[in-house]
Nanobody, 115 residues
Framework: QVQLVESGGGLVQAGGSRRLSCAAS????????MGWYRQAPGKQRELVADITSGDSTTYADSVKGRFAISRDNAKNTVHLQMNSLKPEDTAVYYC?????????WGQGTQVTVSS
């Protein structure tokens, strides 16, 4: 059974930092592209950042220079370090694991940035 469990969400003031973590089980983690997506109220889910099995990264333009994604294959964990947070970063953040046609999601963790 595949499980992606996010942690680290919460309330943070604008300009602050937060680190999200996603622990994966039930998959051969090191072969998967791992990603963080977010969905704000009334908006579509969007890619925030992802990292391939070869450690190539992609970031949404809105978070470049502020967020950093990393993975620890020994611990089957992916992190999202979020700095200089803005109110518009408020959303539910979801962990994603994908390889070929296989695509798995976590339950999401709320991040709220107060102004």
């Amino acid at each position: 059974q595949v499980q992606l469990v996010e942690s680290g969400g919460g309330l943070v003031q604008a300009g602050g930092s937060r680190r999200l973590s996603c622990a994966a089980s039930g998959i051969n983690f090191r072969f998967y592209t791992m990603g963080w997506y977010r969905q704000a109220p009334g908006k579509q889910r969007e890619l925030v950042a992802d990292i391939t099995s070869g450690d190539s990264t992609t970031y949404a333009d809105s978070v470049k220079g502020r967020f950093a994604i990393s993975r620890d294959n020994a611990k089957n964990t992916v992190h999202l370090q979020m700095n200089s947070l803005k109110p518009e970063d408020t959303a539910v953040y979801y962990c994603n694991a994908r390889i070929g046609p296989r695509d798995f999601w976590g339950q999401g963790t709320q991040v709220t940035v107060s102004s």
